[in-house]
């Protein structure tokens, strides 16, 4: 009840006394003020005690939780929902339409626990007759010398898994594995390289790549974020197939040792078949050959079209041509000097059989009839700072950049001088070797109007841009020529009705270890570009040490050999891709004589 | 009044823990549902991979070739040829339509069992 600052009955007490009644008034507000300060005073410790024991309990339960959290054991959320990425920890490799090429499938790996098995002796036997390669007598030692744990099998297919079970030993155990599989086989194998298994534990073992594309892209393929999303290569299983078909065809008929074909998207660079042979099963991946003395093209595991630094012959003439166009020295019709044999210092430069082009040849025809001594006098006009530039613009001085843990290792051999007789056999093809995916990527820019591209073996979105080698109009009558060397120089076999197949051939003969050149022993390429008033294709074909024999003599040039294996590569593949043959011009002679 | 009160809240008490009890083991049962059910997607997961790898294995370009050759008596399949394009003049303009027939008023005679070939 609120008391009145000046309460009657003591004011008139006051008054009658003769005091004044104010004292009254300011003693009641003074114990007014001191009533409310200690009800303040009272709440605000009030809120403090709260905020307090809010502080502490909100403290003590994260210290707590913490406290909990560090001493229990780890556990995975129970209701959050599956994702592929626990299924997969592997992701797949599927060709450019969603093909499978590289796929995990469940298995089981054996291992034994020898100290609870029951009969050790009688188990290794069983073993051995489940698995023939298991030798009993080495097995059984293992199961009997105390040791508790052996591992018996990487992986088990399940008719091998269901013969394990009936042996009945308590001590066989089955771990889960994650095995990589290769469901083409041989297809497309120097590409997919091969995985195995990284580190093992008993419920689970870690797939790595070994080599190709496995490996080179093995980060990408583990990497959990990805969420097992399946990385799509620019290759198409189809057109990989018949080109592998073929080549394996034109590889028996012409005795090869070996043969590599790149079918490139000119304009993108993206590589849609890449084969190389012989070849072997990712599957069941050869172990390398460790004998010194053999070369490394002996082995299956070699990627010819990657690794194969060869020295790719007359292919290489189109860029001293190219560039002595572009830099507006000569043009398509220009007379060159073509007299052989031309002697140079110490060296006579021939041509191919002794022959003379000369004493003047067109640039065309330098290229269409694959003169040497024509093509040097170019380069020569070239010089060799600028001849050096333009091959290295094309990508010829670093390992290409494709996606292959073998890429990087194949470095091009370049002279390390380069003095003019250098820029002169360089020019047709001699004495710098490259690979025929550097030889692709070139052509390439011939083809796609004079861009450089980057070969990928992944699938590219979109346009790429790259730096610009070569004019249009450069680009455009190198096309010109080349096509004149199908339709009427040296790759004459090569010509596909329809298709207006351009191409160069090159022959160049194997260097021996011990120094100098083989006689019998060439390797044989034709780069060609397809169809020639359009050009979108690229592709490669490299012969290893193959000789004709159908007619009544051994033909060991690029025309007799890659060039009929690359005609029947673009006859079987160019319908694949939906390129329609371009229909023949009908002859309007007659037409134009009516109207005369 | 207070003694209701404090009766009410008691019996919301007891019908609280009820409930909280009730929805304990109902998550519980969720949860192993849940478990149970991603048990069954991974192994359907599982199952769907090793299909498509079988897939993939009984697609793969050589075996379908030999397939294709095995069988060319039946299918007569054969590598795409450029030859198998065809221009658009290629293609022969429809036929006129034929006027419709009516056959209650337009055909005449017998027909035998044995052209019916019945």
Redesign the interface.
Same mark, same amino acid.
């Given at each position: 009840m609120r008391t009145p600052l000046r309460p009657l009955a003591r004011i008139l007490h006051a008054r009658q006394e003769g005091l004044n009644p104010d004292t009254i008034e300011k003693e009641n507000l003074k114990l007014r003020h001191e009533a409310i300060r200690e009800r303040a005073r009272g709440r605000a410790q009030f809120r403090l005690l709260i905020l307090c024991a809010s502080f502490v309990i909100a403290f003590g339960a994260i210290g707590a939780r913490m406290g909990l959290m560090a001493a229990t054991e780890p556990m995975e959320p129970? %209701?959050s929902a599956?994702g +592929?990425e626990?299924? %997969?920890q592997r992701a797949d490799i599927t060709d450019r339409n969603g093909?499978?090429l590289a796929?995990?499938?469940?298995t089981h790996a054996l291992y034994a626990h020898p100290k609870v098995m029951v009969d050790p002796k009688g188990t290794a036997v069983k073993l051995a007759e489940i698995f023939p390669e298991l030798d009993p007598a080495a097995l059984q030692r293992r199961f009997t010398d105390g040791r508790s744990f052996v591992w018996i099998r990487k992986v088990l297919s399940p008719e091998q898994m269901q013969k394990v079970h009936e042996i009945g030993d308590p001590g066989l155990l089955f771990g889960p594995r994650e095995m990589r599989?290769y *469901?083409?086989?041989m $297809?497309a194998a120097h590409i997919l390289g091969g995985s195995s298994f990284g580190a093992e534990g008993v419920h689970s073992a870690e797939v790595i790549g070994v080599a190709g594309i496995e490996k080179a892209m093995d980060a990408r393929l583990r990497d959990p974020a990805q969420g097992g999303k399946p990385l799509t290569l620019s290759i198409d $299983?189809?057109l990989q197939?018949?080109i592998e078909?073929v080549l394996y065809a034109g590889m028996s008929m012409l005795n090869a040792k070996g043969a590599a074909a790149i079918l490139m998207d000119a304009r993108t660079g993206e590589i849609l078949a890449l084969a190389s042979l012989p070849t072997f099963d990712p599957n069941d991946r050869p172990t390398p050959i460790v004998d010194k003395t053999a070369e490394p093209g002996d082995s299956p595991l070699f990627n010819r079209a990657v690794q194969g630094v060869y020295e790719l012959g007359s292919t290489f003439k189109i860029f001293a041509t190219a560039q002595a166009m572009e830099l507006g020295l000569v043009g398509p019709e220009t007379m060159v000097d073509a007299n052989a044999p031309m002697q140079w210092g110490r060296h006579k430069i021939k041509e191919f059989e002794g022959k003379n082009y000369g004493p003047l040849l067109s640039v065309s025809d330098v290229i269409a009839k694959s003169s040497n001594v024509g093509t040097a006098h170019i380069a020569l006009m070239i010089g060799p700072l600028r001849q050096q530039a333009f091959l290295k613009s094309l990508g010829f001085f670093e390992p290409t950049p494709v996606e292959l843990i073998e890429a990087p290792g194949a470095r091009p051999l370049i002279p390390k001088k380069w003095p003019e007789i250098v820029t002169i056999t360089t020019s047709y093809g001699h004495g710098m070797s490259a690979s025929p995916l550097h030889l692709a990527a070139a052509y390439a820019a011939i083809a796609n109007g004079g861009v450089a591209i980057k070969p990928t073996l992944l699938k590219r979105e979109g346009p790429t841009t790259g730096v610009r080698v070569m004019s249009e109009k450069t680009a455009f009558d190198s096309v010109a020529m080349l096509r004149r060397v199908v339709t009427e120089g040296t790759a004459s076999l090569g010509d596909?009705?329809?298709?207006e197949v351009a191409g160069k051939t090159g022959t160049a003969d194997k260097p021996k270890k011990t120094g100098g050149y083989y006689d019998d022993k060439v390797v044989n390429t034709f780069a060609s570009v397809f169809p020639a008033s359009n050009p979108q294709y690229v592709l490669i074909v490299t012969l290893d040490e193959p000789q004709d024999d159908t007619l009544s003599e051994t033909r060991r040039t690029a025309g007799w050999t890659a060039v009929p294996v690359a005609s029947e590569i673009i006859?079987?593949v +160019? *319908?694949?891709m939906g390129l329609?043959?371009k229909?023949e011009p009908v002859a309007v002679d007659a037409v134009t004589a009516a109207s005369n | 009044m207070r003694p209701v009160l404090y009766v009410m809240s008691f019996l919301a008490l007891i019908a609280l823990g009820f409930w909280a009890y009730r929805e304990n083991y109902a998550t519980q049962g969720a949860l192993k549902e849940v478990e149970a059910l991603q048990r069954q997607i991974v192994g359907l997961h599982e199952a769907l991979t090793v299909q498509r790898a079988e897939w993939a294995y009984l697609n793969r370009p050589d075996r379908l070739r030999d397939l294709a050759t095995a069988n060319f008596d039946r299918l007569g399949l054969l590598p795409m040829e450029p030859s198998q394009f065809g221009a658009a003049a290629q293609v022969a303009y429809p036929r006129a339509k034929l006027p419709d027939v009516s056959f209650t008023e337009d055909v005449q005679g017998t027909i035998t069992t044995d052209a019916e070939g019945l």
């Open positions: 129970r %209701a599956p +592929a626990i299924i %997969a093909r499978v796929t995990n499938i469940t599989l *469901p083409n086989g $297809l $299983l189809t197939s018949t078909e596909v009705p329809g298709y006859r079987r +160019a *319908p694949l329609r043959p229909l | -």
